[in-house]
């Protein structure tokens, strides 16, 4: 498969088979979270970056695991605290001495140079901290001492957070979270899938042994694939007027779900909806994309990049349902 050539239908269909065996795979993995498996693999093949928030226990980090190892990617694990400091993250210059005695410093990589990178904990690290994420993850490099070092390819940031500890925590600026692409929410399995998981994962990890069914010059072939399919009139429209039905309206009428929103989503937001409802349409063995992948990124790409009126956050007013009335409403006017 040649991205630069003009895709051919025998291209798409091999990358639509090898998008259906990574899930298959993960799946076999992660019991019980079938729709988080395909918002992941939708999110890595499209180029974005996520934010996982969750129960601890759930299997964050080993979806993490189990993705970098099924990809045959170079993985990090960076587990936040409040003393980590910005170095920590993106690396720092040593003082090495060479063989014949001559003494330099030289720049050591940190663990955000690994093809993807889970950050454990994100909101434990301290704002600054935080921030040395962002030229990483929106540049695609790191900048030290005014030299530029560019990050491998492909490169993905995986975050966790835990929803329920508040103490020693630091809530991500909206400016950060616009830079994740999907947020996603990780629920607890029910019965039969903690039944399933007895049998997987009791007494060892899957993702420890886990062989790699791709590599790293397969997902930048996928990728860039995904780039080139096809987008229609009538789905740029409909990608654009569900982003302009997030942004806030006060004097709206009582049913009108907008009237809880403060700020609505940046164009950013659009970009992603686009790319990642063209990973979409590819899973389902399309090469075009159809209103229905819009409509099943919507929420994950949604629901971090809106703020809610502080009144309606008193009242007990939810983004994602106030996100799921306003995207019926937009799924209703097409």
């Known amino acids: 498969m040649n991205p630069a050539a003009a895709a051919t239908d025998s291209d798409f269909a091999d990358a639509h088979r090898r998008l259906q065996e990574l899930s298959a795979l993960l799946g076999g993995v992660i019991v019980g979270q079938g729709e988080l498996v395909t918002h992941l693999v939708t999110a890595v093949f499209a180029g974005g970056h ?30 936040c605290t409040p003393d980590l400091m910005p170095a920590d993250v993106t690396g720092a210059e040593v003082y090495t001495t060479a063989a014949g005695g001559a003494s330099s410093f030289a720049f050591r990589p940190g663990p955000v140079f690994a093809q993807m990178v889970l950050v454990d904990e994100i909101n434990r690290a ?27 390819q492909p490169f993905c940031v995986l975050a966790t957070q835990n929803p329920i500890e508040l103490e020693g925590t630091y809530p991500l600026p909206e400016a950060q979270l616009d ?39 397969d997902v930048l072939q996928i990728t860039a694939l995904c780039r080139s399919v096809l987008l229609g009139e009538r789905c740029k429209d409909a990608a654009v007027d569900l982003v302009l039905a997030t942004q806030p309206q006060a004097d709206a009428p009582a049913a009108d779900p907008r009237r809880h929103i403060r700020y609505g989503a940046s164009p950013r937001a659009l970009q992603a909806l686009v790319r990642a409802a063209r990973v979409r349409a590819l899973m389902a063995g399309r090469a075009h994309v159809d209103v229905a992948d819009l409509e099943a ?17 008193l009242d007990g007013q939810e983004a994602d349902a ?13």
């Not at 106030?322 to 097409?334: E, G, K, N, S």
């Open 50 to 79: 996520v934010l996982v928030e969750g129960l601890p226990g759930l299997g964050k980090t080993h979806l993490a695991k189990a993705l970098a190892a099924a990809l045959g990617l170079h993985w990090a694990r960076v587990q």
């Open 126 to 152: 301290t704002p600054r901290t935080q921030a040395a994420l962002l030229e990483a993850m929106q540049e695609r490099q790191v900048t030290h001492a005014g030299t530029t070092h560019p990050l491998p």
């Open 179 to 217: 830079r994740f692409m999907f947020k996603l929410t990780v629920p607890f399995p029910g019965r039969a899938s903690l039944r399933g998981l007895l049998e997987v994962s009791l007494d060892a990890e899957p993702s420890d042994t886990l062989q790699p069914i791709a590599g790293a010059a």
């Open 297 to 313: 990124v919507a929420l994950p790409v949604l629901r971090h990049r809106i703020l809610l009126r502080l009144e309606s956050e």
């Open 322 to 334: 106030t996100l799921a009335t306003v995207i019926a409403a937009w799924r209703h006017r097409l």
